[in-house]
């Protein structure tokens, strides 16, 4: 990342000084190399945007993310469920097959089988 692209990330009125802006260019590179894939970019974008929040003194950004974390974990559970269940009623009476449901949901079939209680 070059630093006028940080600057303009930033916008005008982003509260940094001088060094700040420096070692949020260094976070920002530092970042990137941790997600090179072009399809990291909203991973890229929640770590830039954390540094810059702890670099402002916002700690209250870690109890933001890790509440998302809890609430993303709690919905992943539930979408689980509600998918094995399908899967349960679904597989057995030939409307899906394992590899079709696994394919449509997103999962391998291996954790269709698990659900399906064949492994």
């Known amino acids: 990342m070059q630093q006028y ?3 303009a990330w930033l916008g005008d ?13 260094r976070l920002a590179d530092e970042i ?19 540094a ?12 933001e993310l890790a509440q998302k974390r809890s609430n993303a974990k709690a919905a992943e559970s539930q979408a689980l469920a509600g998918l094995r269940q399908a899967a349960l009623m679904l597989i057995p009476n030939e409307s899906r097959t394992e590899s079709g449901f696994a394919r449509q949901v997103g999962v391998d079939r291996m954790a269709v089988r698990n659900w399906l209680g064949k492994r």
């Open 32 to 50: 990137n190399g941790r997600y090179p894939d072009p399809d990291d970019q909203p991973e890229r974008d929640a770590a830039l945007s954390t």
């Open 5 to 7: 692209e940080l600057e």
């Open 13 to 25: 009125d982003h509260g940094l000084e001088g060094d700040q802006v420096a070692e949020l260019l």
């Open 52 to 63: 810059y929040q702890l670099m402002l003194g916002q700690d209250e950004v870690i109890d």
